[in-house]
């Protein structure tokens, strides 16, 4: 079982790649950004996109001309555009709609026509350093430290942008040193939402903690009533060489290789280290047997990162936090399965769900049952915990 498994084992690590993508249930996909996404606009019908977005602006733009505007939401951990995909972002602005960029690496040549400035070379030298600790983000500008702090423990939130016009531009959010990460720029006759911290929309963030709460702030900013919705699943991780088929040179900001460079005490331990390194492989490679290959057994990175997750919890022991989300994600697939809503769970609710989903009353009865006392606030006990994991398997399983 799956809770039995994450108390007998809590030091397995799953990848830690940021995909942001909407499928992506490892720590840092988007799977639960997505969801939250969709349960603020939960009326609306939202596109995915997944071609570049000067070819998309060809076929969009005839549904932009009536008055009402379209918002284009688009996380990445680098952002690098073609000339023709920059042009047509911008052109998709000004004429009056919406566009959302959450990005590690925001493109140079975008960032200078809007008028902004993205400082990364603290974030990237912590990140080389290995400086993890307990990190934060804030939604409030200035010195209100009543405010609350979205925190987990990382790598910190220290990119941050400047030099935008303050008279066409707001500041919506700051990093951990008070610095503006996330401002809305008034652009001909849309708006620009730029956001330089991607990993506050990734799964681990979002399900740590109450930061669930960030991601519904950050939405609330939004207007709020989009015609066009559409999500980006194409500049994921684009990769950076793309640019050089352009006439645009790379800006070398975009490497961790040059922040190395710009800082003289970086630059002789980085090549100080390749160069002992060299020596220890040309000293050992004559003397060792050729490592020989482990073929590795295929993986289900999606109960991987079930069970680091749940690891995250019960490290800390917080059952109840467990409970709860157990008993959203329990409700929100009755919802969706037999449109039944579960706003009030009384008698009616609960033989409405026998007779569709074709799980005996009785089974049912002592679920409910269990979740009621779990939603009473005593504290969740481990037996308590996996009793209430088995009954809701248990009602997957019986059900038609």
């Known amino acids: ?36 996404f969709q349960d603020h606009y939960d009326d609306r019908y939202i596109e995915t996109v997944t ?6 602006w060809m076929r969009i733009r005839d549904y932009t001309d009536d008055g009402r505007y379209s918002l284009y939401f688009l996380i990445s951990k680098n952002l690098v555009l073609l000339p023709a995909e920059e042009k047509a972002l911008l052109d998709y602005v000004k004429e009056g709609n919406d566009l959302f960029i959450s990005a590690d690496y ?11 400035t993205n400082g990364r070379a603290a974030e990237i030298a912590e990140e080389l ?57 008034f652009f001909g006759k849309g708006r620009i939402y730029l956001h330089v911290a991607p990993r506050a929309f ?18 609330s900013y939004l207007r709020s009533d989009p015609k066009n919705i559409y999500w980006d699943e194409f500049y994921k991780n684009a990769n950076p060489g793309r640019r050089r088929t352009g006439d645009q040179p790379v800006d070398d900001n975009f490497s961790s290789l040059g922040v190395i460079n710009r800082h003289a005490s970086l630059s002789w331990a ?34 991987t990162f079930a069970e680091t997750v749940g690891r995250l919890y019960l490290q800390k022991k917080n059952n109840n936090h467990i409970a709860e989300k157990m008993i959203t994600y329990f409700y929100e697939s009755v919802r969706n399965r037999y449109m039944i809503s579960t706003a009030q769970i009384d008698d009616r609710f609960i033989q409405s769900l026998a007779g569709k989903s074709g799980v005996p009353r009785q089974q049912l009865d002592s679920l409910f049952a269990l979740i009621r006392s779990v939603q009473a606030g005593d504290p969740t006990s481990d037996e308590t915990l996996l009793a209430l994991n088995r009954e809701i398997e248990q009602f997957y399983k019986m059900q038609s």
């Not at 799956?2 to 007998?8: D, I, M, P, S």
């Not at 790649?17 to 720590?27: A, G, H, N, V």
């Not at 071609?51 to 998309?56: H, L, M, T």
Request: glycine share 6%; with cysteine.
């Open 51 to 56: 071609s570049p977005f000067d070819e998309e």
């Open 106 to 116: 925001v493109d140079s040549r975008l960032l200078q026509d809007i008028g902004c």
């Open 270 to 303: 980085f090549w100080l280290g390749v160069a002992g390194l060299l020596l220890y492989v040309l000293s050992n490679s004559k003397r060792k047997q050729r490592a020989i290959p482990e073929i590795r057994p295929n993986v289900n990175t999606s109960v």
């Open 1 to 36: 079982m799956f809770l039995a498994g994450c108390l007998q084992n809590r030091h397995r690590l799953p990848p830690l790649t940021e995909s942001y993508r909407r499928t992506d249930l490892q720590p840092f996909g988007g799977y639960i950004a997505y969801k939250a």
């Open 202 to 219: 990734s799964n681990y963030f979002l399900l740590s903690r109450q930061n669930y709460r960030y991601l519904d702030n950050v939405i």
């Open 129 to 185: 350093q290995g400086h993890m600790r307990d990190t934060r983000v804030s939604m409030f500008f200035g010195n209100d430290f009543r405010a609350p702090r979205y925190s987990y423990y990382y790598f910190p939130f220290l990119n941050s942008l400047s030099d935008f016009d303050t008279a066409f531009s707001r500041v919506l959010g700051v990093n951990e040193n008070n610095e503006p990460n996330y401002v809305i720029l």
